[in-house]
């Protein structure tokens, strides 16, 4: 018998999963089963390796590997031991050249066709099946990975969940990777982002799982009722020209309904919801894969009955099909398939949507134009041709038919000429054809004497088909005409208003459409002053041609003082009715770019003003007080009549050094400030090491003595300006130390193609929300008050960095405090310093 597989599956490394493996191995030990530890990879995790205690371990082993050895899974000791229950860790391992299997998988196999229970772990983003989208989401690919198929086989799949930030807390804390192993792991692979989606990735391969299980449960027990456990869609098509309007409107539905399974399916044989057509089904499918339906094909004798039982078998919570094509008469007598499928769904809600073809399927189609030349000369031609072949047909067939069915070959040929050609065609078809009909088949015969006074009535009625036929005929050629053109004026005005509404500057755009479609020279939107002298606000084209509204072929009033011009021809009628509602989106576009230059205006004037108003506040404190320090140190010193020993002198020059310091410290962040303002700064950029960089940053910074500076020697070195890459990493550390106490550590770990410099504090840290005002100028964490400085430091240091084409972000230090992280570009290989 083979034996059982059960998985534990996480969503990323850290969650639990071997402690859960562990755990399970004890409870089943507590059991009395006969339980070996196979391989547990414990990654030095003290609490993990303590789990251990109580089990037996096979010893693995050991492989020669260009001089370095490896420890591998014993698979032989463990089928020679034959325990019911083995655990093996790490499931997408690869083993190491020269091992019976080149995966750990398939030792696993082995055990399991050896009758022995295994108890694994995987992560999710070693799923094979997967790999294209975590490398999506995380940027890195992975290289050993396990078939789904292999995971899919298992008895027991439990998935080992907890929340990003807990697991963040988690690696903070030490208890997933080494300390130096920390930092670059929180900024790249475990940021919050990347294990939010990691554990969606999980949760919805799981519930997929469990969905598999549940259908085969369902057809095994003959179950046919539906179980609400997930909400699918199924939406019927048909490959009509509703079948889009259809489909569109259940992709929503699905997609309000929290992501809901969409399944759309096309009934072959019967009505309305049947194939309409050679290639439906091929047009349904790409329509459904175009929103991310599944597509499915049933044949049944009722479309009705076929689509509920395929509803039933998917477990369906809702189903989406269109109304009924059929006439209302139609349905007086047959009130159609929506109707019986509402009557039969059950516990499945079913959704009714509208379309331009409902109620139509009785309708006589419409033609696509007007009767052209062509279609003119045709109907001409088979005015003459079609009653000549008629008295053909009748003088051929004289001995077997009677006068009656001649009369019915002239009335088609009639018909047929009303068809094709419209009102004078048929006119003539009907005179021509009673000619003939009277000469050659009505006694007497050869002559137009009219011997039975029913020829008469059989010519007018003829004439009176073909005018009624002609009629409906040139009826439904205009009609269809100015369908066309309704269609096409409602697209150009869509199109139109979606240049309005997506452009950020529409209106040199919607001018250049105009001029584009109707062959105009140039068009221009021209705006009368207060002096009565017009300008132009916009203009496409030869700008010379339109400069007053007299001069333009076309004149449209949008607004009092607001006129739009065309030259180049004039416009009939209707394309100047059109032109005047393209003319109000013109208004509308004019007026929204004023109104957002007037709000971008009012915006720059309320920034300019807070940040005067800042930095006169900053001025007046921050600029006053060394001045005053150095004042009063001074004036002590000269005072002769002041007693003075050597300490309270060497103390008072201090001051006056110190309070010096602090006045250039803030006149540089000004000017720094003010330069990158003008876009003056230009970087030297040179290879440079952190290490190096920290190293003189922290000299001259008060309190630097507390700093600890971890950083790598081996690092790459970063592209950057020296002098200026001080100036940051001195402006953060400074800002560390006023604002997150006393303990601050200096980092640095490289990722791809940059290396960064983490400044970590941990003091009381900043809100979210505060986050984006961090770096703005004159902040001192919310505007509270501070003992020093103007708050420029961060808005200096970002300034600089963004300047060497780096980024310089903020983010929560696990355990609390913030994190300032300095991201530059790594030097290139060999780059000479």
Request: charged share 25%.
């Amino acid at each position: 018998m083979r034996g059982e597989l059960r998985i534990h599956l996480g969503a990323a490394p850290g969650v639990g999963k071997t402690f859960a493996m562990l755990g399970e191995a004890h409870r089943r030990v507590g059991r009395g089963a006969d339980v070996v530890v196979g391989v547990v990879e414990t990654h030095g995790r003290e609490r993990t390796a303590g789990l251990l205690e109580g089990l037996e371990v096979v010893p693995r082993r050991t492989v020669l590997h260009g001089g370095t050895e490896l420890h591998e899974m014993d698979v032989d000791a463990v089928l020679a031991r034959r325990p019911q229950v083995a655990l093996v860790d790490e499931l997408a391992h690869t083993n190491a050249p020269g091992s019976r299997n080149a995966k750990r998988w398939q030792d696993v196999e082995e055990l399991l066709d050896a009758g022995i229970d295994v108890i694994s772990t995987v992560n999710v983003q070693h799923l094979e099946s997967l790999g294209d989208v975590v490398e999506t989401i995380t940027g890195a690919r992975q290289q050993e990975t396990v078939p789904d198929e292999v995971v899919r086989r298992a008895e027991q799949i439990e998935i080992v969940d907890i929340t990003p930030e807990a697991l963040r807390r988690r690696l903070a804390h030490g208890n997933v990777y080494p300390p130096e192993r920390v930092d670059a792991a929180l900024a790249h692979y475990f940021r919050v982002p990347n294990l939010v989606a990691l554990r969606e990735l999980a949760l919805l391969w799981i519930a997929d799982e469990v969905d598999v299980v549940l259908r085969r449960y369902r057809t095994e027990q003959q179950v046919s009722d539906v179980w609400e456990t997930r909400e699918r869609v199924v939406v019927a098509l048909t490959g009509g020209r509703e079948s889009e309007t259809v489909l569109r409107r259940a992709a929503r539905i699905a997609k309000r309904s929290g992501g809901a399974d969409l399944m759309a399916v096309h009934v072959l044989r019967g009505d309305g919801l049947a194939a309409t057509g050679v290639g439906a089904a091929d047009r349904v499918r790409r329509m459904a894969e175009g929103v991310g339906a599944s597509f499915h094909t049933v044949v049944g004798e009722s479309v009705d009955d076929a689509l509920l039982d395929f509803a039933r078998g998917a477990n369906a919570t809702q189903l989406v099909l269109g109304t009924s094509r059929r006439s209302r008469l139609a349905r007086v007598f047959d009130p159609g398939i929506g109707a019986r499928v509402v009557q039969e769904s059950g516990p499945i809600d079913v959704h009714m949507v509208t379309h331009s073809a409902a109620g139509r399927a009785l309708r006589l189609p419409r033609l696509r134009n007007g009767l052209p030349a062509g279609r003119q000369a045709l109907g001409w031609a088979t005015a003459v041709l079609a009653p000549a072949a008629a008295t053909v047909i009748g003088i051929a067939l004289t001995d077997w038919v009677d006068l009656s069915t001649d009369v019915v070959l002239y009335f088609l040929a009639t018909v047929l000429a009303a068809l094709a050609g419209g009102l004078g065609p048929a006119l003539l078809a009907a005179l021509l054809g009673g000619l003939l009909l009277n000469f050659f088949l009505s006694p007497p015969l050869y002559s137009l004497a009219i011997a039975n006074p029913g020829n008469v009535i059989t010519v007018s009625t003829m004439l009176l088909v073909g005018v009624l036929v002609a009629l409906v005929v040139d009826r439904a050629a205009r009609r269809a005409e100015q369908a066309v053109r309704a269609r096409a004026e409602a697209a150009l005005l869509a199109s139109f208003a979606r240049t309005v509404l997506t452009r950020s500057d529409p209106l040199p755009r919607l001018l250049d459409r105009v001029r584009e479609t109707w062959a105009l020279q140039s068009v221009a939107l021209l705006e009368q002053g207060e002096d009565r002298v017009w300008r132009r606000v916009a203009c496409t084209g030869d700008a010379g041609a339109c400069d007053r509204p007299e001069k333009a072929d076309v004149d449209v009033v949008v607004d009092e003082g607001l006129h739009l011009v065309g030259t180049g021809r004039a416009l009939p009628a209707a394309d100047r009715r059109l032109l005047e509602v393209v003319g109000g989106q013109a208004l509308l576009a004019l007026r929204g770019q004023r109104a957002e230059a007037g709000a971008a205006d009012a915006e720059r004037r309320a920034a300019a003003n807070e940040t005067r108003g800042a930095l006169l506040s900053a001025v007046g404190h921050d600029l006053r007080s060394p001045l005053t320090s150095i004042k009063a140190a001074a004036g002590s010193l000269r005072d002769e009549h002041l007693p003075l020993g050597p300490d309270d002198r060497a103390e008072l020059l201090a001051t006056v050094e110190e309070s010096a310091d602090r006045l250039t410290g803030l006149v540089d962040n000004l000017l720094d400030s003010s330069r990158l303002a003008a876009g003056a700064v230009t970087p030297l950029l040179a290879p440079v090491g952190y290490d190096e960089v920290a190293a003189t940053a922290l000299l001259g910074l008060e309190g630097a003595d507390g700093v600890r500076v971890e950083i790598d020697e081996d690092l790459p070195d970063v592209l950057a300006d020296a002098g200026l890459l001080d100036r940051v990493v001195a402006n953060v550390v400074d800002n560390a130390l006023r604002h997150g106490g006393t303990e601050v550590v200096l980092r640095a770990s490289a990722y791809s193609d940059r290396v960064e410099l983490r400044v970590v504090d941990r003091g009381r840290g900043v809100a979210p929300r505060e986050r984006d005002a961090l770096f703005a100028a004159f902040q001192r964490l919310g505007d509270r008050a501070a003992t020093s400085g103007l708050g420029l430091g961060l808005s200096v240091a970002q300034g600089l960095t963004v300047v060497m084409g780096g980024e310089l972000t903020a983010e929560d230090t696990p355990g609390g405090g913030l994190t300032v992280v300095i991201s530059l570009p790594a030097a290139p290989v060999g780059a000479a310093r």
